[in-house]
């Protein structure tokens, strides 16, 4: 496009006027298939046994605990519209797989389309594997076991649904994703933000120049939970005799014996979890990414964990926890944009939602909502624009479709592994800078990690510290 006025549109249209002509067409080139292309380019095959919009797509579900089996209740809700069948459960516990095996086949799901009756439990993620007729799998697991199930998953020739935060360590995202482009396979990290309508406006005005070059992305997860947040119920079926609790600690090297507290309410505890950057930071992180449009490795990550509350005295009989209570990261990208991102389980009240350029910001309102304002020296270059009720919004189910859309498509999911593994990335690098009392910078290139000082810095992984 010839963005030079000629005489007539000089003469009849004011420079505000023709700048928002021009704006609004450059929009419409720049938003064509934004986050639908393809991931291994124009040559990969489709996968086999599930490419073509009419196939079914048999799933099995590794893990069904807490937010495993929400997927179990999810999938099978709609899978007629998703054209899916659910044929296997596996976890450590024989209790969940039962309970999940027995939501599946349960009365309702004898509708045509929903589901089988043969539904197989198993203990170990490898023995259902080795079935042929199983096209992806879901990893419910702890943290700790996402990365042995998804790379066992895909080397198997499943696709991947993977929950939030898709590995434990760094080390782990970068194999799995190698993983990823060396099978060929799809993908998702359960951040179901991505696949909420607003992110990708956001994304689609950025990448049309609406607020100019980015600056700051802010934004937080907070919450206030005063008798400790995963203080979860402990429940009877909970024995040595019912899980497989050396299977369960998996790679853990900070070993302890059967502990029901540490089975239930294991995101309190840094062997098996990250705490809030790894539970809820994965919430923002993922869609703020996504909607630069253009997700970059982090440069530079700096964060500060606190845990002054003490908020586990109010729970009796629950150890006090590892991980903080509040957590702030600050990280750099190459492009320059830096992203200010806080969390806590003692506090409540957030940051503002914006997403700030140069000319303007973007605030992220509640339900569907996107707001443009301009800043003040660009007020007459651009308009202020509101954008609600975008559909859909966040929740399992569209995030879920729009999974297996793109195993049948051979596409990118909205959290795919392009978005997923630089969004891992920051969450690693911050866990290591708060723990370490320092600042992390990252090379993408060659993978390494120095601190201010240009010392090398090893990646955190299973007993690099006493609580791994």
Known sequence: MNNKPNDSIASSDSRRDFIKKASTASAA???????????YGQNQAPSV??????????????????????????MKANAADNNIVQVATCDV?????????????????KKPGRATKDVKTYEDHKKLLERKDIDAVVVGTVDHWHTACSVDAMNAGKHVYVEKPMTRYLGEAFEIYDTVKKTGKILQVGSQGCSDAKWHKAAELIKAGKIGQLVMLEGSYMRNSPKGEWNYAIKDFATETDIDWQRWLGPVRSKVSFSADHYFRWRKYYPYCAGLLGDLFPHRL?????????????????????????????TPGTPERDVAESVQMLAEFPSGLTAVIASATVSEFGLQEVIRGHKGRIEMGGSGRVEIKPERPYSEELDPQVFDNLKPVEALPPHEKNWFDCIRANK?????????????????????SDR?????????????????????????TYGSLPKS
């Open 93 to 109: 516990s024989k209790t969940r797989a039962a309970e999940a095996r027995d939501w599946i086949t349960s009365e309702d799901a």
């Open 412 to 432: 990118e999911p909205n959290a795919g592994i392009n978005l997923a593994v630089r969004v891992q990335c920051v969450i690693s690098l911050a866990e290591m």
């Open 49 to 74: 046994g599930a490419a073509g919009a009419n196939n079914r797509i048999a799933v099995a579900h590794i893990g069904v605990g807490g937010q495993g089996m929400a997927h179990v209740r999810s």
């Open 436 to 460: 370490l009392q320092t600042v992390c910078l990252f090379d993408e290139k060659t993978r390494k990690i120095t601190d201010g000082s240009g010392k090398e810095l090893k990646p955190l």
């Open 286 to 314: 993922h869609p703020y990414m996504l909607a630069t449009g253009n997700p970059e490795f982090p440069k530079r990550v700096a964060a500060i964990g606190t845990k002054a509350i003490h908020t586990d005295r109010n």
């Open 29 to 39: 080139a720049a938003t064509v298939n934004l986050f639908k292309t393809p991931v």
